[in-house]
């Protein structure tokens, strides 16, 4: 299961970046920041795979990760080419936040006895 993260991860990192080179209408900053959002992604839900916490934790986290992160992959790829009074990028740092702080509190309260 843990190689199939890293694998499906690796190739959506791939594909995306195939896109972004030709794509003329993609610009190099989107498909730079999907490439992190896709990388922070899998490495989060690699994290849960790996992490010692109870496995109900671990199949809510990880339906949850996978919806996140598809959140604030489309919230980047939409997002404008300018940094300033970009709310979608804003929404993509808070949807990270957010995930941080589940992981944090799950590693905190959920370990497995």
């Not at 195939?18 to 610009?27: A, E, H, P």
Request: hydrophobic share 60%.
């Amino acid at each position: 299961m843990k190689n199939l993260i890293l694998i499906t991860g690796f190739l959506a990192i791939v594909l995306n970046t195939l896109f972004g080179l030709i794509l003329s209408s993609y610009t190099t900053q989107n498909f730079m920041l999907a490439n992190l959002s896709l990388a922070l992604s899998t490495a989060i839900l690699y994290i849960i795979a790996f992490k010692k916490i109870t496995h109900g934790y671990q199949i809510g986290l990880s339906v949850l990760f996978s919806i996140t992160g598809t959140l604030r992959f489309f919230s980047v790829v939409f997002a404008p080419s300018t940094w300033e009074d970009n709310i979608w990028f804003i929404a993509a740092l808070c949807v990270l936040i957010f995930e941080v702080a589940c992981v944090a509190v799950v590693s905190f309260f959920g370990k497995r006895r």
